[in-house]
């Protein structure tokens, strides 16, 4: 079956800063990618997705490329802000029903 | 208002017991979902269920028993528990069953003893 990895477990940048997170898959047939954030204590909150028939796709100060040749998606969040601290979770899920497979999370973590 | 409810928010059991975990959503969505999280496995997808038809079963256990009395309702009913089973499982929904943007529940927090 998928597995998704996701490359940073904790990621510390200061405010303003760009970050970036990783996440790579295994299953070729993965076409839907989306990314949740989890606040601490909280529960998920869909942030952004991309599918595979684009590379890149941007929400305000989020975007996602994908590498389809790679199996590898990223996520980029500009001018970070404290309230993006949080775990960030990545997801791949294939065609057809969804059974979303996910990475272990990263923490980020914004020094104000 | 909260869009999806789960209840309880917190649940202690004793092993061997059954315990079923309730969630409603108001978004009018097609779609609901469970998921589970603990320290083992920070997120797994449990279930998904579309119109009130069961969609895709990733739990090898027949010990978790996911019930829809109405399209907004998905409630998971959990047998026969063990200490493995503490988690957080949270009920999701999404307007289609393809999983696009899915809403969160604030979970349930079960702790098995």
């Known amino acids: 079956g998928e597995k998704v990895e996701q490359h940073e477990s904790t990621l510390s940048v200061r405010e303003g800063d760009s970050a970036v997170i990783n996440c790579t898959y295994t299953?070729?047939?993965?076409?839907?990618f989306p990314w949740y954030k989890q606040e601490a204590g909280k529960s998920l909150h869909f942030v952004i997705d991309i599918r595979s028939n684009v590379d890149r796709k941007q929400s305000q100060r989020l975007t996602v490329l994908l590498d389809k040749k790679a199996k590898r998606f990223s996520l980029h969040i500009t001018a970070t802000q404290p309230e993006d601290s949080a775990i960030y979770f990545c997801?791949?899920?294939?065609?057809?029903?969804?059974?979303?497979?996910f990475g272990k999370g990263t923490s980020l973590v914004v020094h104000p | 208002d909260p869009k999806i409810i789960q209840k309880p928010k917190y649940l202690v059991a004793v092993t061997g017991s059954e315990k079923i975990l309730i969630c409603e959503q108001y978004?009018?969505?097609?779609?609901m979902y469970w998921y589970r999280q603990s320290a083992k496995k920070p997120l797994e997808f449990m279930f998904s269920y579309s119109y009130q038809k069961l969609m895709d079963n990733q739990t090898a256990s027949s010990r978790f028993q996911p019930q829809s009395s109405k399209k907004n309702h998905l409630d998971l009913q959990i047998t026969a528990l063990k200490p493995d089973d503490s988690a957080t499982y949270f009920c999701a929904s999404s307007q289609d069953d393809w999983g696009r943007e899915q809403y969160f529940g604030p979970g349930t927090r079960l702790t098995v003893l």
């Open positions: 978004l009018g969505h097609n779609a």
């Open positions: 299953d070729t047939a993965s076409s839907y």
């Open positions: 997801a791949g899920a294939s065609g057809g029903n969804y059974k979303p497979t």
